[in-house]
């Protein structure tokens, strides 16, 4: 009990959200990175020893395990790059929700949303945002008014990231500095509230600012449960991805077969090398994107 209290304290609530979001960081670097290289060992390797020691023809080899294979950069990139990312956090995230720590972080919370335009009733579709964008915005259903519901709505769309991205951001960035990850973070914080303090300042309209909240008691996560979410958690991703990231794969072989990658490599050079300043491969990363975030992050 008096430590949900200080969860909820506006002043010993920051520095224990500091606090759990390092063990989020740390977990997800070390875990995952571990994880990856064990998956990598062994799965990945002896797999693309043996079919490379198959001598097939050189078609068929790039299209297992080339650049663009459907083993390399499909299943495999699932399987043992953002899996062992993902299982992690989503570990982490549900101990956090079985704690009771979420429900009582909405109330830490409701002061600096209700800045941005938003009640503490805003409050829940946006940290669901952190687990699942889709079910955060259909969550929005519940909320009176039009400018609290435009704004939620508007601001899980426009700087919230998945768990899924989430995760994997933390796990990417954990590989080059600390700094990194407090800029990339630090900037999507500063545009969330930026606009929502702008179209706070645009959309006229008065919130009722009325907020109940049931507080779920701080306990210990339950393992057991933590472990049954995870899992489903999981098995719902590969479900979904795994079609889309070997599909991916087939796609890209196939325009680099075609010649139609390096022509779109070409017209895109200026605005990816030049612009942007990233290598024109870059350009593979981009286009994976349209199909999925993970594959392309992976």
């Not at 309209?205 to 999981?234: G, H, S």
Request: charged residues 15%; aromatic residues 14%; glycine residues 8%.
């Amino acid at each position: 009990e008096h430590f949900a209290h200080a969860c909820r304290h506006p002043l010993f609530g920051i520095p224990i959200l500091l606090l759990l979001m390092a063990a989020v960081y740390m977990g997800v670097t070390y875990g995952s990175g571990f994880l990856d290289k064990t998956l990598n060992f062994s799965i990945v390797k002896p797999t693309v020893d043996f079919i490379s020691s198959l001598a097939l023809p050189a078609f068929w080899n790039d299209f297992l395990i080339g650049t663009y294979g459907i083993l390399t950069l499909g299943f495999f990139n699932a399987i043992c790059t953002v899996l062992p990312i993902l299982s992690v956090f989503f570990f982490i995230f549900g101990a956090f929700e079985d704690s009771g720590y979420i429900t009582n972080f909405c109330v830490f919370s409701k002061r600096l949303f209700e800045k941005i335009g938003v009640t503490g009733k805003a409050i829940i579709p946006l940290v669901l945002g952190f687990g699942c964008k889709s079910m955060a915005t259909l969550s929005t259903k519940g909320l009176t008014g039009y400018k609290e519901k435009f704004i939620a709505t508007f601001l899980i769309a426009f700087a919230i990231p998945c768990s899924a991205q989430l995760g994997i951001s933390i796990a990417i960035l954990a590989r080059v500095v600390v700094s990194a990850a407090l800029i990339a973070f630090g900037t999507l914080a500063f545009l969330e509230l930026g606009a929502g303090l702008i179209l706070n300042a645009i959309i006229q309209e008065k919130v009722d600012d009325c907020f109940i909240q049931v507080l779920a008691p701080m306990r210990l996560p339950n393992l057991k449960a933590v472990w049954t979410k995870t899992y489903y958690r999981i098995a719902l991703f590969l479900k979904e991805a795994i079609p889309i990231f070997i599909i991916s794969a087939a796609a890209l072989f196939i325009f680099d077969k075609t010649g139609l990658l390096d022509l779109t490599k070409r017209m895109l050079s200026p605005l990816i090398v030049n612009w942007m300043g990233l290598p024109q491969d870059a350009t593979d990363v981009f286009l994976l994107a349209l199909a999925r975030r993970e594959a392309a992050a992976g």
